[in-house]
C-alpha cells in the first residue's frame, strides 16, 4: 500500500496550486504554514511537505520566520511558455492529424461551443476562470490525440504556468481581460475538412492572439 501522508501532500500540493492558479492568494501575501493547515483541516506534514514541493518547482520561495511567498513570474518566462506552447501543440496537431476521428472532432467541437458561449456570456472572475479551464481543456485534449503522452503531459504542466502568470501579471497588476474571441472554430472546421494548413494557421493564431491582442501592450 502507498503512504497515505504521500497521496495527502499531493491533495494540499494541488489546492495551494489551485488557489495560486485562480489569484486567490494575493501576490504580497505570504502563506503560513499554521494558517494552511487551519484552511485545510490536516496536520503539519503534508502542508511541510506540499510548501516544499511548490518551493522546489519556484512557485513559491521560503521567506525564514516569516512564511512562504508567491514567486512572481516574469514576461520573458511568459514568452517562453508561449514560444514553448508553439512548439509543443503544432507538432501534436501533426502526429494526430491522420489519426483523428470524426468522435475525436465532434469532442472538440462539443468544447470549443461551450467555450464561445462563455465567452459572450460575460466578464465575471467566475467566466473568466471558465474561459481558462475551458482553453486548457480544448488544446489538451486536441494534443491528447496526438498519442504522445510526454507531449501532452508538458503542455499540461505548461498551461499551469500560463494561467498563473495570466492572473498575477495581466489581472493583477495590468487590469487586463483575456482575449474574448478564440480561434477554435476554425480549427475544429479545418479537421472537419480534413485540411491540415488551415487547422495550423487557426492553432497558431489561437496561440498567439493573448501576444497580439493583450501581451503586446506588456512587451
Known amino acids: 500500500m502507498g503512504d497515505p501522508n504521500t497521496t495527502l ?7 495551494i496550486l489551485t488557489k495560486i492558479i485562480d489569484n486567490e492568494f494575493p501576490m504580497d501575501a505570504l502563506l503560513v504554514e499554521s494558517q494552511l493547515i487551519k484552511m485545510f483541516n490536516v496536520s503539519r506534514a503534508p502542508v511541510r ?3 516544499i514541493e511548490l518551493c522546489r518547482e519556484e512557485i513559491l520561495k521560503n521567506i525564514p520566520r516569516a512564511g512562504y511567498q508567491i514567486v512572481r513570474i ?25 489519426r483523428m476521428t470524426d468522435e475525436n472532432i465532434e469532442e472538440l467541437t462539443a468544447i470549443a461551443a ?43 504542466e505548461t498551461f499551469s504556468l500560463i494561467r498563473r ?31 491540415f494548413e488551415k487547422a495550423e494557421k487557426n492553432l497558431n493564431d ?3 492572439c493573448y501576444k497580439q491582442n493583450v501581451w503586446s501592450k506588456i512587451f
Open 74 to 98: 516574469s514576461e520573458k518566462k511568459m514568452r517562453d511558455a508561449f514560444q514553448l506552447r508553439l512548439i509543443l501543440e503544432v507538432e501534436g496537431l501533426r502526429l494526430g492529424f491522420e
Open 114 to 156: 461551450d467555450s464561445d458561449r462563455i465567452r459572450a456570456e460575460g466578464k465575471s472572475s467566475e467566466s473568466l476562470a471558465l474561459k481558462m479551464q475551458l482553453n486548457d481543456q480544448f488544446h489538451l485534449k486536441l494534443t491528447e490525440m496526438s498519442g504522445n503522452a510526454l507531449i501532452h503531459k508538458t503542455l499540461g
Open 49 to 51: 511537505e506540499a510548501l
Open 9 to 15: 501532500k499531493s491533495q494540499i500540493y494541488e489546492k
Open 165 to 195: 502568470g495570466l492572473a498575477q501579471i495581466m489581472i493583477h497588476e495590468y487590469g487586463m481581460p483575456s482575449p474574448n474571441t478564440t480561434f477554435h472554430t476554425g480549427l475544429v472546421q479545418g479537421l472537419q475538412e480534413r485540411n
Open 206 to 208: 489561437d496561440i498567439l
